[in-house]
């Protein structure tokens, strides 16, 4: 199924609220308490003044079809807009995100997109992964389509330098735990503590069929010789539902990516 967009009264309508609602916030702070969100810890302490990052993208080898993954404001909830959860937790930006599930003549027919980095992460050990996260704006439409468990994942390339193998390439991928709230934005979902990951190619006990959760995956990757290696770090949508949303406040490590229409922030997390 294809998504079109949608002209009219209902869309005249959504602009005027979200122009509205820019404008009331302004300058506001990135949370209620003046302090970005989602450090993994429950209270964000980056300082906003992140650089900027010139390396995000989509991945253009890793899309299929006509997908969408563009840096844009919100979206925000009317009413009571500055409340936490009805913005987005970092800013006034975010990731956005929109996949069809039947738009292409491939098996499956659905759509797939990666927006990352393909410059900064590579060659960190992946055993050096320690924070791994972030925040989704899930909708009652996404949930119809392919349940609450329908949300993006983050995805890491890697080398998994493995010596009883010579596939020198896999895609780790974490999945979230089921997101029951909708239209408005979640918590931080700790990608090292909830949700499983999974290799892609079957180099480790870690599948999509036996999946393992981020201590586990890790495990696996370890026979004592060669390091695993980071190629890439992505947050991606497909192949399966379609889904309609927005992501923000990536977490690696010690770094928060603030998805904002500008340009991507990098945030320490001190």
């Not at 970005?36 to 429950?42: E, I, L, Q, S």
């Not at 992140?50 to 079809?65: C, E, K, L, P, Y």
Request: hydrophobic share 35%; net charge negative.
């Amino acid at each position: 199924m294809r998504f079109a967009k949608r002209r009219g009264g209902t869309l005249v309508a959504a602009a005027v609220a979200t122009i509205a609602a820019a404008t009331l916030l302004g300058t506001a702070p990135a949370s209620a308490d003046g302090g970005p969100k989602g450090d993994g810890n429950g209270n964000g302490n980056g300082n906003g003044n992140g650089t900027g990052a010139d390396h995000w993208g989509v991945i253009t080898r890793n899309t299929i079809g006509s997908p969408v993954a563009a840096l844009r404001n919100g979206p925000f909830v009317s009413p009571g807009v500055l409340a936490e959860g009805n913005r987005p937790p970092y800013g006034q930006g975010s990731l956005g995100i929109e996949v069809a599930d039947d738009s292409t003549t491939l098996t499956p027919p659905s759509e797939k997109v990666d927006f990352g980095n393909e410059v900064d992460f590579y060659g960190d050990r992946v055993r050096d992964l320690r924070k791994v996260g972030f925040h989704v704006f899930q909708t009652g439409e996404n949930v119809t389509y392919g349940g609450t468990g329908n949300l993006p994942n983050i995805r890491f390339e890697i080398d998994p330098n493995l010596s009883n193998l010579q596939d020198d390439y896999s895609t780790m991928v974490w999945v979230p735990d089921a997101v029951t709230q909708i239209n408005r934005w979640s918590g931080y979902l700790d990608a090292t503590d909830t949700g499983y990951w999974y290799l892609t190619g079957n180099e480790t006990r870690c599948t999509d069929s036996a999946r393992c959760d981020f201590a586990d995956l890790k495990a696996s990757l370890d026979d004592g010789g060669e390091e695993a290696t980071i190629l890439t770090a992505a947050v991606g949508k497909g192949r399966d539902h379609m889904w309609i949303g927005a992501v923000d406040g990536l977490r690696v490590n010690d770094r928060i990516y603030d998805f904002e229409a500008d340009g991507v922030r990098e945030r320490r997390v001190g």
